[in-house]
């Protein structure tokens, strides 16, 4: 199973890219007939503008002269600074896609969220945002549902990258309610080093998607020489529940809350993940509320799991920490300054029960505040850590 996993990996992401390269000269084409458009306000950062009734033919650089459809946005070139704003309390169908050549600059992040009275909706039938090989955008204040879309290929934010080398930078998101996808957020990336860094995602809600609420994936882990995808992951106040798992997925788990792979460094924190499970189809597997593996630097603090279920007796919990999660070894404090961690007695693989209380993770063990025992259990088997299926990025018309 290993090694035809990594097979797929590679076969998917050569069509992703081959993909890209016949669509792209099509995107370019449209976009070269809009620059005059695009940046006839001048030379500085632009705000965009979406609304019911607007004009697709118009500049959209005004509420008066916006733009009608997510398609037309994702025609056109987002640089560096611009903010793309739909009219809130409206719903637009379709998906919006950031591409690689758009935003690009970390500390000018494209900008897309809501304007006017209450927050946008977009409803798409495959993936609601996707950040495409590029870096500096930031997501919020949005509602973003699925429609028809509950199936392992769709997330509501999606970023990919599928670069050969260096990670993208500062993609942000807060403030989001996302529902009724495969995955509420999901971040992927083709190779170990070319994934994504500095990724926040709080102040948000992920709820009511098939197989998961916020997961992170790369490539087939080697542990004779350790590759991470992304690096400075950070989920803060952060509710995941009711994404239930995949009833027909009988091969690996579904249904976990948040779930961590191909990570070097990553804090959640002041979190909660309740409800999830309970239909997954494996009788062998089954979903964690929060868990990691394959990473590194991992540090679950001041978080909730709770009434989350499994559909089977083998497998799941609240807390984990799986295959491959090697320890953090911080580095020595000064001796005038007290440190006030102290280590866990317990072996990194080593599971907890299920708790209902607040707690504290990281690589070389968890906390809580549960008075249940610890029990101790064999490593879970290779086949229980998966990779979500890759996502192929929209193109339009």
Known sequence: MRFLRAAAVLAIAAGLVTGWIYVQPAVDSATSKLVAATTSAGSGPVTYYIRPGGNNAAAGTSPAAAWRTLARASRAVLKPGTRLLLLGGNKYQGTLVIGPRDAGNVRKP?????????????????????????????????????????????????????????????????KVDV?????????????????????????????????????????????????????????????????????????????????LGSVRG????????FANGGANGSTTEGPIGMWAYDSTRIVMAHDVSHGNMSANVHDGGGFGLDREVAPWRPRARSAT??????????????????????????????STTSSSPRRERLPWPRSRCRRPPYFWPETTT
Do not use: W
């Open 337 to 366: 300054r007290r440190s006030t961690r102290t280590p866990s007695s317990s072996p990194a693989r080593t599971r907890s029960r299920p708790s209902r209380q607040p707690g504290t993770c990281t690589t070389s063990g968890c």
């Open 110 to 174: 494209v900008r897309i969220g809501s304007y006017g009275k209450g927050r946008a909706k977009i409803m798409s039938s495959r993936n609601g945002i996707m950040v495409f090989d590029t870096s500096g955008v930031s997501i919020s204040n949005l509602k973003i549902r699925g429609i028809h879309a509950k199936n392992s290929s769709t997330a509501g934010i999606q970023m990919y990258s599928s670069r050969s080398k260096g990670r993208l930078g500062h993609v942000y998101v807060t």
């Open 179 to 259: 529902t009724a996808f495969g995955f509420g957020i999901a971040i992927g990336a083709v190779h170990d080093g070319a994934g994504f860094r500095n990724v926040h995602v709080t102040h948000s809600t992920l709820h009511g998607n098939l197989d998961g609420g916020l997961v992170t994936y790369g490539p087939e882990f080697n542990p004779a020489v350790p590759g991470y995808a992304h690096e400075n992951i950070y989920v803060s106040r952060v509710r995941v529940f009711r994404n239930p798992g995949d009833p027909t997925n009988t091969v690996r788990n579904t249904g976990s809350g948040i779930e």
């Open 266 to 273: 990553a804090t959640v924190e002041n979190s909660e993940a």
